[in-house]
């Protein structure tokens, strides 16, 4: 077992070894916080319920069993959280700002700059059209395709049902298909 494991960071932590709190929270922090923004939709309330959820994180660590992967049971804390604090500002903003690409690590060369523009714009017209979701679509769609939970693992966070999970998945696929429809650079690239 390497030091860079869950497991290990866990039971350093503990131990009482802040440190390695620190490194999961490194480690974790990005997944959580484009769970969260998906659900909340502004920036500073999202930074600010992702700092809670792993606070929480933190207080109940003991209490993590590892009957599931340390990122399910981490994502149920962020998906109540974003729930807890959406029921608790029921007046919250809509907003069009843009998400943060925070999955995206490898920058690529693009040579022709159009191109290039044509990515970002289709990019950031999907992130506008999942932002369009309620909370739990978004939450569904950014867990099964940018966190790539399984169904399974998925109703685990949600409290969900499988078959609750794959109809909800499916009404957003259809959603957002018909958000994605009238532009034409995504429809270009299909």
Known sequence: ???????????????GDTKAFASLVTKHQNYVYTLVIRMIKTKEEAEEVTQDVFIKAYKSLKDFK?????????YRISYRAALDHIRKNKKRQKTNTLLEEITESNLTFIENPLEQLEDQERKDFIKRSIARLSE???????LFYF???????IGKVTRLTEDNVKVKLHRSRKKLYEFLQPHPVVNEKE
């Open 66 to 74: 590892g009957d599931s992967k340390f990122t399910t049971w981490l």
């Open 136 to 142: 739990s679509e978004a939450a569904i769609v950014t």
């Open 1 to 15: 077992m390497t030091d860079n494991t869950d497991q290990y960071l866990i039971k350093s932590t503990l131990k």
């Open 147 to 153: 966190e790539e939970l399984s169904i399974k693992e």
